[in-house]
């Protein structure tokens, strides 16, 4: 049973570039969330994504975008890259329930660098 | 605002001692709270989780205490072992809300 992947697992990009990421789900998950962690600090949620439509949002800037396919993987989009974008970014799969969800499972993260 | 946040950034304790990491929450809201451990490189690992209907859970050499009263929960390691040096961060939630809420973290240090 594979757990949640991410890819790539590095990348570099300059500023005012655009990036994206991706993120397969564990198996029988359906609910995808995103999460930027900078050095030192804990994971910030960015929004989360059910039913191929994102049901909330933290505090981004709209530069941040994202996607689920219908396969209930996802991408998250970066537009006009900053150098404070620079950070892990985070995946975590769980299972939406009436009333709640499942615990999130995380994946291992893709290293995002902006020159 | 809502937030998480942890007493002591840092833990130092010796292999075979038992480890207390300490969290505190401010939205009275949150029901539901969870431990990971993050180790260097990696994603953050589910420890344990606890709802607010309960006040401790355990698992295996994990116990985790939830005081309502006064917004805290701490996360128990027996017999702390190198292998558990770590980052642990704890984070909570709330039903019907979809965002999960992490707090700084707290370095652990097993000294062999």
């Known amino acids: 049973d594979a757990g949640v992947t991410q890819s790539p697992t590095h990348l570099i990009k300059t500023r005012g570039q655009q990036v994206t990421l991706r993120c397969s789900p564990k198996?029988?998950?359906?609910?995808v969330s995103w999460y930027q962690q900078a050095l030192g600090q804990g994971p910030q949620f960015i929004f989360q994504?059910?039913?191929?439509?994102?049901?909330q949002r933290g505090n981004f800037p709209d530069r941040f975008s994202g996607h689920q396919f219908p396969n209930y993987s996802s991408e998250l989009n970066v537009n006009a890259l900053l150098l404070g974008d620079s950070a892990l970014y985070l995946c975590?799969?769980?299972?939406?329930?009436?009333?709640?969800?499942?615990?999130?499972?995380f994946g291992p993260g893709t290293r995002l660098l902006v020159l | 605002g809502e937030s998480v946040g942890l007493h002591l950034p840092t833990l130092s304790v010796q292999e075979g001692d038992n480890s207390i990491i300490n969290c505190a929450y401010s939205?009275?809201?949150?029901?539901?709270f969870i431990w990971y451990k993050q180790e260097s490189g990696k994603g953050p690992q589910f420890i344990i989780d606890i709802r607010s209907n309960m006040d401790k859970r355990q698992g295996q050499r994990v116990t985790v205490l939830l005081n309502k009263t006064v917004k805290h929960l701490s996360l128990q390691i027996a017999a702390t072992q190198p292998g558990d040096s770590a980052v642990y961060f704890c984070a909570e939630s709330y039903t019907g809300g979809f965002k999960t809420i992490f707090g700084a973290g707290t370095r652990l240090f097993v000294k062999a």
């Open positions: 939205n009275s809201a949150s029901d539901y």
């Open positions: 198996s029988g998950h359906d609910t």
């Open positions: 994504y059910y039913e191929e439509e994102e049901r």
């Open positions: 975590a799969s769980s299972l939406s329930l009436a009333g709640g969800q499942e615990t999130q499972y």
